[in-house]
């Protein structure tokens, strides 16, 4: 007659842990970490290139870490600014706000919270200007991308990625105290990169953005437009990773010069795909893209920290 009660009192505490890591998954959900990620990738490299070796293991840790918080608070105010797009495409149904695992005023105050501590964080562990850098990325993603840019004009992800590119700015200050002309490169490369890499995964789901109302350049223009504004801005990304050649020595060119032959090549398939109505996989491109700029960063972190001569 005992077991019943006992094995009820085993299970309450079991449910209620469940329920804490349910919570706990949806506000990380909320902070989109799938996209914080591909962000990091770019910051460490951009503090071994400013250091031109390795740098301090503290810094790079509070950089990562309010680096990462930043963004985090960046994607959980997006997600509250966006979650009636979010309710009617099938890509973004399962998010916390859609589901109601966490309620809007809530997301909202733990996105306030989180840039507030990433701004301590990065003031009292790296310097002011990367903080101030990291504050103004938050409040651009937020009220120009998200609010005023991308339910208005197609070209919405080309200004509204600036917000992306920070992270490498935001490294390089850590570092250097300023900011310098190859941290301005590589934010250039991040940025025109953007375009093909949203593009791409945008003609994946069009339909989806269509029925949300947002007018993303596959839903506005033919095909043979987007995919000819991808091979475009693919080209104007592979040429600018070249301006860094005087920062950095033969490994990073040659490492370069290959990933950005085969970033090109997907790219140009798939404008040939599409102009001669053949079946596409804009998908491929996408994913590549992730590859080609990890790769790309990679090689200019090894770069710097095996120390070679630099090319001028």
Not at 142 to 150: G, N, S
Not at 201 to 230: E, H, N
Not at 300 to 311: E, F, N, Q, R, S
Request: net charge positive; charged share 10%.
């Amino acid at each position: 007659m005992t077991a019943v009660p006992e094995q009820a009192e085993t299970a309450a505490p079991a449910t209620t842990t469940a329920k804490r890591r349910g919570v706990l998954a949806a506000y990380f959900a909320l902070t989109k970490p799938r996209v914080i990620e591909l962000l990091l990738v770019t910051t460490i490299p951009a503090m071994f290139l400013a250091e031109r070796g390795v740098p301090s293991p503290w810094l790079v840790l509070v950089t990562l870490v309010g680096g990462a918080m930043s963004a985090g608070s960046a994607n959980a105010l997006n997600c509250v600014a966006d979650s009636d797009i979010d309710a009617v495409m099938h890509r973004t149904r399962s998010r916390p706000l859609v589901s109601y695992e966490v309620p809007r005023k809530h997301a909202l105050i733990f996105g306030i919270v989180l840039g507030v501590v990433s701004f301590a964080v990065l003031a009292l562990g790296a310097n002011l200007l990367a903080a101030v850098l990291s504050l103004a990325a938050i409040l651009f993603y937020v009220f120009v991308y998200t609010l005023l840019l991308k339910r208005r004009t197609s070209q919405n992800i080309v200004w509204g990625g600036a917000a992306g590119c920070m992270p490498v700015v935001i490294g390089w200050a850590a570092v250097a105290g300023k900011v310098e002309w190859p941290a301005i490169v590589m934010f250039a490369v991040v940025f025109l990169w953007t375009p093909p890499h949203f593009w791409s995964l945008a003609m994946k789901y069009r339909d989806d953005y269509a029925r949300a109302g947002v007018p993303m350049l596959p839903v506005v223009a033919t095909p043979r437009q987007v995919s000819a504004r991808i091979l475009v801005y693919s080209w104007a990304t592979v040429a600018c990773t070249l301006l860094l050649v005087p920062a950095t020595s033969w490994v990073y060119v040659a490492i370069a010069v290959l990933s950005g032959a085969a970033f090109l090549i997907v790219a140009q398939r798939l404008h040939a795909s599409v102009r001669q109505g053949r079946t596409t996989n804009p998908m491929t491109l996408f994913h590549l893209s992730n590859s080609y700029l990890a790769v790309l960063f990679v090689a200019i972190a090894v770069d710097a920290a095996i120390g070679l001569p630099t090319l001028t």
